[in-house]
């Protein structure tokens, strides 16, 4: 192996001809001869270039529907020869197989099958064989072969062979040859993760998680670790497939933040009204749906003021001028809808550090996806958590039954609570949170931290009662005593929704019985940890 070697033979077989051409009319301009095969060696023929077919080289011809191709002894020795190993050249010589020098390859859209719903024969005839059987030969091979299997690569070798006059150096076909291996365990990992999902395996005995560089972040949480920000091709609406319109660079946390902010306001239907979510460190401190955007957003504001500042907006329909001049009274870190007006977006300009974030849409909250958590030494996986109850779920179990309104928004604090960190208290009144109590140690703790801050808003704003006198409470798991209940009943709370299970629910609803309060079951626990 020596450090510069030389590109004089290259195999272009490509699905994606993107800039196939060019890079075909450019190899060719630096006396590069082309092998290639079915539809690539046609756009390059097309395109005026003399291309050599694989199956002249193998002496075999295309079979199967193309399945077989690139798969012989001329092929993959021409990748995988030492060309500085006697013995290797030897059989080169011996077997008239000439040595591919670089190597140009992008897969069977299998991914993007998928991404359409493609039906299971469909998917399987997507799966590339020959393709990453020639990438991973190739990338074995990166003391003597440059392989390409990103479009967006090409420049790249083009000022690489310029800076070489026509040679590629070690450095850049390491580099190359990782891209590669990441490439074809990325597309390993879809096809087997697909697969497990057509058969109904629920665990399989490995499982792999892949995903693209969207991002190189400054740091993560801290400023001491480092981190970046991957998409994994799924294209579920969201902070990952959203486009920023203005404002600096996302940070982890922002991004982190900006997630949990939209994915709580898509439990809200746009045809149900304007819903608006403010979150602060991944934890709602404001939600509430309005007559309009700006009332929407006004009444989630009014939640926690303190809270709200330095926070994250998410909206559930496009951001209005009206609206978004509400938000700008404050430190606003990041704004996220399903779209703007011209209006807004002037508004925002002003703005220069607001970041605004537009979506093609809202994500279905009840699609089932596999969730991640890292633990040392290994992996928690489970689905989402995208349980949903609706008014026929419910059981009533105390002598009070939930009026209308009460129902309403028992059902909407209810949806609030499975986006608040464990263990979780939320106090609701006219569709609008008026406290928040999340991630305590015990639910009571939850209770009273949620009471306190309706308090504190209560003389903030100036009111004569607080916000949470007559509203509803969820607790999102059971109450384990009663003690916990009472707390959210001395906050004014005068009907409860939360799972039930408890070995103490009759002391629970006796209490309950004994206030006058409302209470159901979900039978059904939101815990988020």
């Known amino acids: 192996m020596t450090e510069l070697h030389q590109v004089r033979r290259a195999l272009l077989s490509v699905s994606d001809k993107t800039g196939l051409t060019a890079l075909g009319q450019a190899l060719a301009a630096r006396g590069v001869e082309l092998l290639s095969t079915g539809g690539s060696a046609k756009a390059l023929r097309d395109a005026g270039l003399t291309v050599r077919d694989v199956s002249e080289v193998t002496e075999f011809p295309e079979m199967m529907d193309g399945r077989v191709k690139t798969l012989h002894p001329r092929v993959h020795g021409g990748l995988l020869a030492l060309r500085d190993n006697d013995d290797h050249v030897a059989a080169m010589n011996a077997h008239g197989i000439g040595g591919i020098d670089l190597l140009v390859v992008n897969l069977y859209p299998f991914e993007a099958a998928l991404a359409r719903g493609a039906g299971y024969d469909e998917m399987i005839e997507n799966i590339d064989i020959g393709g990453p059987a020639m990438i991973r ?5 990166h003391g003597f072969v440059t392989t390409v299997v990103d479009v967006q690569d090409y420049q790249a070798l083009l000022a690489e062979l310029d800076a070489h006059d026509g040679a590629t150096s070690y450095g850049f076909r390491q580099r190359l040859a990782q891209i590669a291996y990441a490439r074809t365990g990325a597309y390993d990992a879809a096809v087997s993760n697909w697969m497990a999902g057509a058969i109904g395996e629920k665990a399989p005995r490995r499982r792999v998680v892949a995903g693209e560089i969207k ?12 981190a970046a920000f991957y998409v994994d091709g799924s294209n579920r609406p969201g902070v990952a497939t959203a486009v920023q319109l203005q404002g600096k660079e996302l940070s ?9 902010a939209y994915e709580l306001v898509a439990e809200f239907d746009p045809a149900n009204g304007p819903a608006c979510a403010i979150i602060k460190h991944a934890n709602p401190c404001g939600v509430a749906v309005g007559a309009s955007l700006v009332e929407a957003y006004q ?16 909206l559930n329909m496009p951001l209005d001028a009206e609206t978004a001049e509400k938000i700008v ?10 779209g703007a007006s011209d209006e807004a977006m002037s508004i925002f300009a002003k703005k220069k550090n607001l970041r605004l974030l537009l979506t093609e849409g809202l994500p279905n909250t009840r699609e089932p996806i596999v969730a991640h958590k890292q633990v040392a030494g290994g992996m928690l996986v489970q689905n989402k958590d995208v349980g949903f109850v609706g008014m026929e779920d419910l059981k009533v179990v105390t002598k009070v039954a939930p009026t209308d309104a009460q129902m309403a928004d028992l059902l909407f604090a209810w949806k609030v609570a499975k986006h608040v960190k464990s263990n979780a208290i ?32 209560a003389d903030a704003l ?36 939360q799972p039930g299970g408890s070995m103490r629910d009759d002391e629970v609803i006796k209490a309950a019985d004994e206030k006058g309060i409302a209470m159901v079951f979900t039978g059904m626990r939101h815990f988020r940890h």
């Open 426 to 457: 939320v106090y609701v009144k006219g569709g609008a949170t008026v406290g928040v109590g999340a991630g305590q140690m015990s639910r009571l703790d939850s209770a009273n931290v949620a009471a306190d801050k309706a308090r504190r808003m």
């Open 215 to 226: 991002q190189t972040l400054r740091y993560g949480e801290n400023a001491h670790q480092d």
């Open 462 to 497: 100036g009111l004569e009662d607080v916000p949470t006198k007559g509203c509803a409470v969820a607790s999102d798991a059971f109450f384990p005593f009663a003690d916990g209940l009472l707390e959210a009943a001395a906050a004014g709370g005068t009907c409860v929704i």
């Open 329 to 338: 009274e404050i430190f606003t870190e990041v704004v996220i809808a399903p």
């Open 252 to 260: 982890y946390n922002n991004i982190n933040d900006t997630d949990a």
């Open 137 to 141: 030969a190739a990338a074995k091979n």
């Open 299 to 314: 009444k989630a504001f009014d939640c926690d003021r303190t809270s709200a500042f330095g926070g994250i907006v998410a």
